[in-house]
């Protein structure tokens, strides 16, 4: 059974830093894109970033770019997300996700992602 574990969330105050960790087990994802979502409290669920199997590709979204970096573990099963000055709207559930078989990002709403995780809450206070 593929589970996909995320940690690292928290309450923390806006321009602090948090770094999120999802390791996965069942199976290795070393050879499939890996990423982060978010749902805010009454939002629909929104991408934030990917990695491709290498590394070599990273993508993110407007809001996060420049604040967030995404990084990944082949040898750990782990996916990780930096997230620097953190602001009020960052407030979500972080959910990491894997692809099932895409090697890179895909552009639709999932992501071409396949296994969700079961989030981890930042709250980050004003």
């Known amino acids: 059974q593929v589970q996909l574990v995320e940690s690292g969330g928290g309450l923390v105050q806006a321009g602090d830093s948090l770094r999120l960790s999802c390791t996965a087990s069942g199976r290795t994802f070393s050879s499939a894109a890996m990423g982060w979502f978010r749902q805010a409290a009454g939002k629909e669920r929104e991408f934030v970033a990917a990695i491709s199997v290498s590394g070599g590709s990273t993508y993110y979204s407007d809001s996060v770019k420049g604040r967030f970096t995404i990084s990944r573990d082949n040898a750990k099963n782990a996916v990780y997300l930096q997230m620097n000055s953190l602001k009020p709207e960052d407030t979500a559930v972080y959910y990491c996700?894997?692809?099932?078989?895409?090697?890179?990002?895909?552009?639709?709403?999932?992501?071409?992602?396949?296994?969700w995780g079961k989030g981890t809450l930042v709250t980050v206070s004003s």
């Open positions: 996700a894997a692809s099932d078989y895409y090697s890179d990002y895909v552009p639709q709403p999932n992501g071409g992602m396949h296994y």
